[in-house]
T-cell receptor, first 113, second 114 residues
């Protein structure tokens, strides 16, 4: 069935390091892809999204490119800050089941000074 | 403006009891979603409303779970004959009509079934 798989955490980095969180999806159709973030003590919030192949979503220095050929939507940031410490969730929804979102298990990122 | 609110924030109940969880979405958001999140997991889709109607309820695990949204605003998730396995954080989110739009999540209701 359709699913989203993301790398396990925690991912521990030093400030200013490069961050990559891998996300792959399986889908029968053409999903729209999302990254949501949950900061400590807060609710989930949208970080970025991409709705079709080769689209790049970006926000707050984070980027992710919708790669249909590898069914991936990896999240990257060139220089992380302590404030980026959070849990990151990859998600998809498909045109034939619009509104039914599938989330990955989440990846905890810890950035140390 | 006010965000998505959920009540209660915590609910402890005994196995076999009935519970209701309430969600107040952002005003004007016609789409409303319920999820269940277990520790260390991502949100698991339960049901999606557009207005008053359930557009997709395929995530409800069994017939003990039911959700309503009678006036297209507030929604209630109802769980009958609760089981210990129902213990989780229940999240509600709302958005503008198109699911491509950002979902705004509430703080969740932590349900514990003893």
């Amino acid at each position: 069935g359709d699913s989203v798989t993301q790398m396990e955490g925690p991912v521990t980095l030093s400030e200013e390091a490069f961050l990559t969180i891998n996300c792959t999806y399986t889908a029968t159709g053409y999903p729209s892809l999302f990254w949501y973030v949950q900061y400590p003590g807060e609710g989930l919030q949208l970080l970025l999204k991409a709705t079709k192949a080769d689209d790049k979503g970006s926000n707050k220095g984070f980027e992710a490119t919708y790669r249909k050929e590898t069914t991936s939507f990896h999240l990257e940031k060139g220089s992380v800050q302590v404030s980026d410490s959070a849990v990151y969730f990859c998600a998809q929804t498909q045109t034939d089941s619009w509104g039914k979102f599938q989330f990955g298990a989440g990846t905890q990122v810890v950035v140390t000074p | 403006g006010a965000g998505v609110s959920q009540t209660p924030s915590n609910k402890v109940t005994e196995k076999g009891k009935y519970v209701e969880l309430r969600c107040d979405p952002i005003s004007g958001h016609t789409a409303l979603y319920w999820y269940r999140q277990s520790l260390g997991q991502g949100p698991e889709f339960l049901i999606y409303f557009q207005g008053t109607g359930a557009a997709d309820d395929s995530g409800l695990p069994n017939d003990r779970f039911f959700a309503v949204r009678p006036e297209g605003s507030v929604s209630t998730l109802k769980i009958q004959r609760t089981e210990r396995g129902d213990s989780a954080v229940y999240l509600c989110a709302s958005s503008r009509p198109d699911p491509i739009n950002e979902q705004f999540f509430g703080p969740g209701t932590r349900l514990t079934v003893l």
